[in-house]
């Protein structure tokens, strides 16, 4: 059941991304903004952290997961460290997703043929 449930908020995830980009004149860099900053919202709020309990694999995949590993780390980062902490591990959580878009942005562009 976990696997259907995650499958299904993924596929709303994304319906909801086609809908917006159907509907308005927003880019897609500028979607993907507008889910981050929903991910970082509903963290703010503790709703994603109930997402992410019952629907892991559903939860942890799309881009609201980086919002929400971003608004997490901040928040530890203040507890642990004071406000220094919101730069000192803002980036720590993420570092491993970043590197994964990075890698597959230059692979990517080294098998993509130039348009002349």
Known sequence: MEYILSFLFCGFVCALAQFIYDKTK?????ITSLFVLIGIVLEAFGTYSILIEYLPGGAG???????????NSVKKGVVEN???GIFKNMFVPVSASLSI????GVIAGFISKLKP
Do not use: E, R
């Not at 927003?26 to 500028?30: A, N």
């Not at 997961?65 to 971003?70: M, R």
């Open 26 to 30: 927003l880019t897609p860099g500028h």
């Open 61 to 71: 995949m799309p881009i609201l997961n980086f919002g929400y590993l971003l608004a």
């Open 82 to 84: 004071g406000i220094i």
């Open 101 to 104: 878009v990075l890698l597959s």
